[in-house]
């Protein structure tokens, strides 16, 4: 095993173990763009977004599947994040490794995570990390408006993103 930031390509440090990631799906895909085509729209000046970039965690390196980060890309130029405000992971057949990235997460002082649960038409939020774990978990159905905790002009129907 190489060093963070250095570990073989389509695999992400977690826990200090390097894991293979799954390949994407056309539906996994298809809801990563719509997801990211939906956040540049409203992300603040003072943020960045990311698709498929590690975040340097305490022990891990998670990529998720898309993130909004503070500051601009150039201050990353020569070092991965350690933190973000949003980091969003589409579920199609990955909801327990994602959900096994929480701690991570957590731990790096993510302020909000979506798990987008494809199949189930659901979004699982996950926010105020405190001590390793997040504090509080909302599931969002069709027919609900998301508001986002870490970036409050992002809301979205939750119907319209599944439709």
Known sequence: MGEMGLIPQKTELLYGQVFHKM?????????????????????????????????????????????????RAED?????????ELVIEVCVTSHDYDRSKLRA??????????????????????????EGQFRERILHGVGEVLASVAIPVLKLDV???FA
């Open 23 to 71: 390949a994407k799906s056309p539906t996994h895909s298809f809801f990563q763009m719509r997801l990211l085509e939906l956040l540049r729209r409203v992300t603040p000046a003072e943020m960045h977004l990311r698709q498929d970039q590690p975040i340097t965690c305490p022990d891990s390196e998670p990529e998720p599947d898309l993130s909004a980060v503070r500051g």
């Open 76 to 84: 990353f130029r020569h070092e991965h994040p350690p933190s973000a």
């Open 105 to 130: 997460y957590a731990t790096a002082n993510v302020k909000e995570i979506w798990l987008v649960l494809v199949p189930e038409k659901q979004i699982e939020v996950h926010c105020h990390p405190t």
């Open 159 to 161: 119907a319209r993103l």
